[in-house]
């Protein structure tokens, strides 16, 4: 699981302890929000390689004053897909669009009515964004396969302004 964001807290319940003054108890949950990329892979008995993928992009929504709990909204995608080792997978759909404007003007004269539009203009702004995913698996099976995947990614990495590959380790388990 790869986790891109904040944990935040959600209330999940309350109750109210009947003292001489109400005591209101809430309970509270974490609940991780941002991008999240959860791929499970597995290997089948003709080498090739099976990836349970699970994509989403979770924010909390401005709430209102009323709400003490926030509103999260989130965007899924489950997959499932199967390579052959080595070969690259690009997975895209998660596309959002928000569109905000503001109207802002001279006070008072933007709010003459029929004149108002020559003392004011209205700011529009919009943003797209689409998560693309590139997911490539590598079976290792020794040592030798772990050394040889850990130079591309270090020659890969050189590549990139300020990248240090001198301290990476590639933790292989038997």
Known sequence: ??????????????????????????TIDYR???IILRVSP???????????????ISNVSPQ???SLTPTVSERRVKSSISIANGQTVLLAGLISEQQN????GIPVLDEIQGLGDAFSH???K?????????IRPQIIRDGSDAH??????RSKLRGNVGASTDDLVVHTTR
């Open 122 to 124: 209205q700011d529009k």
């Open 148 to 153: 040889h995947v850990a130079e591309e990614l």
């Open 1 to 26: 699981t790869l986790q891109v964001g904040d944990v935040v807290p959600v209330s999940t319940g309350s109750a109210t302890v009947l003292t001489t003054s109400n005591t209101v108890v809430n």
């Open 32 to 34: 991780n929000t941002g």
């Open 42 to 56: 597995r290997i089948n008995a003709n080498g090739n390689v099976r990836l349970e993928v699970e994509q989403e």
């Open 64 to 66: 209102t004053a009323a």
């Open 101 to 104: 404007g503001a109207r802002n």
């Open 126 to 134: 919009g943003t797209r964004t689409e998560l693309i995913i590139f």
